[in-house]
């Protein structure tokens, strides 16, 4: 009996897959895009996610991006920080670019990630990230150089987050870097 659930475990998991990489496609890529020009400083306008759980209010530890950076190679580096009772620390993704413009790969403990740089005029960027390990976790970030949300890019922003059925989450700015033990 266990034979012959096989073949269709296999196929549910191919067609979860298909469904999963199918998503992954209909996210744009940035044409022309130059990880250079995001270099520096970003603050968080908004977050959303598939899961709606993702990031509790009430949770001490907060994690917030703090920048970007590029490396020789065209690697890039997102440079966090992790700050609650107690702690402040930071953290340094580093995704490798792939063969489409404005997107990148990277790997953590347990999991992989993708990054797609969206949108962005180096004032303002949409980044979708997806990080993939016993689930499938999609954000959507809209981030700029300043704390003012720019209409034309909050709209292109929720368009995603209604075509893909997201939560919102809320938003962490930390200014960086920790202070000394």
Aim: aromatic share 10%; with cysteine; proline share 7%.
């Amino acid at each position: 009996m266990a034979l012959e659930k096989g073949p269709l475990l296999l196929l549910a998991l191919g067609l979860g897959l298909a469904g999963a990489q199918k998503a992954l496609e209909e996210v744009p890529v940035q044409p022309g895009f130059n990880a250079q020009k995001v270099e520096g400083r970003w603050l968080t306008l908004q977050l959303a996610a598939n899961h709606a759980d993702l990031v509790s209010p009430a949770d001490p530890l907060r994690l917030a991006l703090h920048s970007i950076r590029t490396r020789d190679g065209g690697d890039v580096d997102f440079v966090l920080f992790w700050k609650g009772e107690g702690v402040c620390k930071e953290t340094n993704i580093t995704v490798h670019p792939t063969q489409l413009q404005g997107q990148y790969q990277g790997s953590f403990e347990g999991g992989s990630m993708h990054v797609c740089f969206v949108s962005t005029d180096y004032s303002n960027l949409i980044l979708y990230v997806r990080f993939e390990d016993d689930e499938i976790t999609n954000l959507w970030v809209l981030l700029a150089r300043r704390m003012l949300e720019d209409p034309k890019w909050l709209g292109r922003y929720l368009e995603y987050v209604e075509k893909f059925h997201l939560q919102k989450a809320p938003v962490f700015n930390i200014d960086g870097p920790c202070p000394p033990p």
